[in-house]
């Protein structure tokens, strides 16, 4: 992560660490791995359009907290983790996550994922409970209650437009990349008005999202996992049923984030599905990257809430 932006970076570097699933690799960073001395471990999920240095004010801060730290780059964001069969479902992703936990030699950790990291990370917790300490989401509630927030809060569809477009094969595949992926800058700015992302960290989602057959990796997301028949709960996948999240959560919503209202949070967190317990908090200020936007608060939030759980 040469030239990255954090708080503590001088004092505890960031290296680069390779994960595996079967013939799959996946590139990491990590912060605070020192071998047995190292405390418990904390998995971090990036969504989109993002990749693994979304978490470049976490890693540090976690790290010098007493933690060892590893963000991975999700499936399809690199050549390297694009599987033959094209497979992006979230319960496909969910297990990923699970044989990460797995090639670190881990018993259990806790797990932290934005956007689509958040929905894999609720899948996860829901297919494998033991492997998890504590959840804490950033940007996307509860991923299989999310129909019964969209007809809750219909005003979500017009946020959630961009999903229906990526449904387009070829007209999307074109426009995503049309003058230097300016949809993609546009989403960043809807979705967290006011925040300003660096240019050194443009320039890097930019060098992720040319990499071969990452763009069509994006899409695949969507096609599979949010079409509208997904979204109105007319089809029924193996991550629809994942609902009851056996760990405690800890979901965090910005009030200003143009891309999943707010909102929803009142509708789609229900104590039947979190066992173990959940809390929401709302940040004022921020918007869908509250985590890049506030680091110094969203950080301090979760360490207390993964040191009292």
């Known amino acids: 992560m040469d030239g990255i932006e954090t708080r503590d970076e001088a004092i505890l570097p960031i290296e680069r660490l390779v994960l595996a699933r079967g013939s799959l690799e996946f590139s990491s960073h990590t912060c605070g791995m020192k071998g047995n001395e190292s405390g418990p471990l904390v998995l971090c999920l990036h969504g989109f359009p993002?990749?693994?240095r979304s978490f470049r004010f976490q890693l540090p801060a976690f790290a010098k907290a007493g933690y060892r730290v590893v963000a991975p780059t999700l499936r399809g964001y690199e050549p390297s983790s694009q599987p033959e069969d094209g497979d992006y479902c979230f319960a496909t992703l969910a297990r990923d996550v699970i044989a990460w936990v797995d090639d670190l030699?881990?018993?259990?950790?806790h797990l932290?994922?934005?956007?689509?990291?958040?929905?894999?990370?609720?899948?996860?917790?829901?297919?494998?409970?033991?492997?998890f300490h504590t959840l804490t989401t950033l940007a996307v509630p509860h991923?299989?209650?999310?129909?019964?927030?969209?007809?809750?809060?219909?005003?979500?569809?017009?946020?959630?437009w961009y999903m229906m477009f990526f449904q387009l094969r070829g007209i999307a595949e074109f426009a995503l990349e049309r003058n230097d992926w300016s949809l993609i800058k546009k989403l960043w700015k809807d979705w967290s008005p006011g925040f300003e992302l660096p240019e050194a960290e443009w320039n890097s989602l930019r060098e992720t999202f040319e990499a071969p057959g990452v763009k069509r990796a994006m899409l695949a997301y969507y096609r599979q996992n949010a079409s509208p028949a997904v979204l109105?709960?007319?089809k029924k996948t193996e991550a629809a049923s994942l609902t009851t999240v056996p760990v405690p959560t800890l979901a965090i919503t910005g009030e200003d984030d143009g891309c999943m209202?707010?909102?929803?949070?009142?509708?789609?967190?229900?104590?039947?599905?979190?066992?173990?317990?959940f809390r929401v908090e709302r940040i004022g200020g921020?918007?869908?990257?509250?985590?890049?936007?506030?680091p110094d608060e969203i950080n301090r939030l979760i360490l207390d809430w993964m040191s009292d759980s």
């Open 261 to 277: 209202d707010t909102r929803l949070y009142d509708h789609v967190f229900r104590e039947e599905d979190f066992p173990r317990g």
């Open 143 to 160: 991923a299989a209650r999310l129909p019964d927030g969209i007809r809750e809060v219909p005003s979500q569809l017009k946020n959630s």
């Open 232 to 234: 109105f709960g007319l």
């Open 50 to 52: 993002d990749n693994a």
């Open 105 to 109: 030699q881990e018993e259990k950790v």
């Open 286 to 294: 921020a918007g869908h990257f509250a985590h890049q936007e506030k």
């Open 112 to 131: 932290l994922g934005h956007d689509w990291g958040a929905g894999i990370a609720y899948a996860a917790c829901a297919l494998a409970p033991e492997r």
